[in-house]
């Protein structure tokens, strides 16, 4: 038996598969996870300054605390930090057309893969929904995406509230 498995080990070992595989050296291996570890630290970084960003632009810590978004007019928006991968972005507070956009963040956000986004707005459909979140996804190029997709969500909800504004002043 165990001549047997040396000689299926001798076969594998020079099939045409294994000898199209280069050998990875040990100090090619190391580079590699150094780089893929500095890749990581570069992304926390540019993730960390994406958030302090959005910190400055719609308020930093809870619901008591956020601002007009950016452009002014429409639909406020508060960002609500639940971690360091988990931000919470809510539209349109005391109106019926409240939404909120919870963003995941991976680790390996932005430069390879994006944000996770996950929308509440029972005002629309799941269609609407599921339409909006592609929208965003699209946005993704590789880059920081999340105040794209926050202006996207905040027109939106500016222009939906206009709508129901709109339509209630026509019946009245």
Not at 25 to 42: H, K, L, Q
Not at 59 to 71: L, T
Not at 96 to 123: D, I, K, M
């Amino acid at each position: 038996a165990e001549a047997e498995a040396a000689a299926a080990a001798r076969e594998i070992a020079t099939s045409p598969a294994a000898a199209a595989e280069p050998e990875v050296t040990e100090e090619e291996e190391a580079a590699f996870w150094e780089a893929a570890r500095r890749g990581e630290a570069e992304d926390a970084e540019a993730a960390a300054q994406e958030l302090e960003a959005l910190r400055a632009i719609y308020g930093g810590g809870g619901e008591e605390e956020g601002g007009e978004a950016a452009g002014g007019g429409g639909a406020s928006v508060v960002l609500q930090v639940v971690s360091a991968r988990e931000w919470r972005f809510r539209f349109g507070l005391g109106t019926p057309l409240q939404a909120t956009l919870e963003v995941f963040v991976p680790g390996r956000y932005p430069s390879r893969e994006p944000p996770h986004p996950v929308l509440h707005a029972p005002a629309l459909s799941s269609a609407a929904k599921d339409d909006l979140v592609e929208q965003m996804i699209a946005l993704y190029e590789g880059g920081e995406v999340v105040f794209s997709w926050v202006e996207t969500l905040r027109q939106e909800v500016s222009a939906a509230h206009e709508a129901a504004e709109a339509a209630a002043e026509a019946e009245a």
